[in-house]
């Protein structure tokens, strides 16, 4: 098999990952509060179900506390 070549099986499982995720995506892309972070969530959520090890281990991308801040004080701007 080439180097970099993908065997059969395995890329029936990958086309099954990628068809799923994307439909999550598009469900999730609907909602009015969608954002990239909760994309994140989604990818995370799929990735599991499908048993991909690493998903459960590594940590999702997140704001840090000055941007979740800064984001607290512009909604609340917003509102008022």
């Known amino acids: 098999m080439p180097e970099g070549a993908i065997p059969v099986d395995a890329k029936g499982v990958l086309e099954r990952f990628y068809r799923d995720l994307l439909y999550e995506l598009g469900e999730f892309g609907r909602r009015p509060s969608a954002t990239a ?44």
């Open 37 to 80: 972070l909760g994309a994140a969530v989604v990818v995370k959520r799929v990735a599991v179900v499908h048993g991909i090890e690493v998903a459960e281990r590594l940590p999702l991308p997140r704001l840090n506390r000055a941007e979740r801040e800064d984001q607290a004080d512009t909604q609340w701007r917003s509102e008022q």
